[in-house]
T-cell receptor, first 112, second 112 residues
Framework: QQKVQQSPESLSVPEGGMASLNCTSSDRNFQYFWWYRQHSGEGPKALM?????GDKKEGRFTAHLNKASLHVSLHIRDSQPSDSALYFC????????????FGTGTSLLVDP | GGIITQTPKFLIGQEGQKLTLKCQQN?????MYWYRQDSGKGLRLIYY???????QKGDLSEGYDASREKKSSFSLTVTSAQKNEMAVFLC???????????FGKGTRLTVV
């Protein structure tokens, strides 16, 4: 069973629009959550981390964490064509060296 | 900044062949990882190493061996390549303690 599940699998938004990505974990040991972004032909790169309940904003990107429901979301406002990429949610726990467990990803396409 | 270099970028092997993928990092990170990326399945952890001379199995270690030759290098061996091995193998590194994980660009494996 996938411990980190993402939805939707793919998403298309117009340039300037809002993109919303969701992630749910089934393992209550996970305490730390990350969003990674991967452009074609590249390795994933960290966008942002969120470790506490509530919102965290970095520029056009806002992450939200609800530890009670183990739900994390990422919202991208004013989406740009350069935001078109694969987005992964990842979770970790202190046991096992904080290794990351990844979701299956959301493919985002921003139409110019 | 630093960089993670994976060699080769493309690897074509025959079914049953033993194949080795190499990774070097100059971040001076303690922890290194090998992930496998299949289309539609996200990233799955094969092996990781918290420090030089340490080796830990991930969720997908069967059919693979790994070796942490020194702090900066981590290699992965596919012990007997199978046609369903075709995937991108990503090497990564991080400091200890749940910090950002940095990825290389990957080695794309094709088995014929």
């Amino acid at each position: 069973q996938q411990k980190v599940q993402q939805s939707p699998e793919s998403l298309s938004v117009p340039e300037g629009g809002m993109a919303s990505l969701n992630c749910t974990s089934s393992d209550r040991n996970f305490q730390y959550f990350w969003w990674y972004r991967q452009h074609s032909g590249e390795g994933p790169k960290a966008l942002m981390s969120i470790f506490s309940d509530g919102d965290k904003k970095e520029g056009r990107f806002t992450a939200h964490l609800n530890k009670a429901s183990l739900h994390v979301s990422l919202h991208i406002r004013d989406s740009q064509p350069s935001d078109s990429a694969l987005y992964f949610c990842a979770a970790s726990e202190p046991q096992g060296g904080y290794k990351l467990t990844f979701g299956t990803g959301t493919s985002l396409l921003v139409d110019p | 900044g630093g960089i993670i270099t994976q060699t080769p970028k493309f690897l074509i092997g025959q079914e049953g062949q033993k194949l080795t993928l190499k990774c070097q990092q100059n971040f001076n990170h303690d922890t290194m990882y090998w992930y496998r990326q299949d289309s539609g399945k996200g990233l799955r952890l094969i092996y990781y190493s918290i420090t030089e001379n340490d080796l830990q199995k991930g969720d997908l270690s069967e059919g693979y061996d790994a070796s942490r030759e020194k702090k900066s290098s981590f290699s992965l061996t596919v012990t007997s390549a199978q046609k369903n091995e075709m995937a991108v193998f990503l090497c990564a590194s991080s400091r200890t303690g749940g910090t950002e994980v940095f990825f290389g660009k990957g080695t794309r494996l094709t088995v014929v």
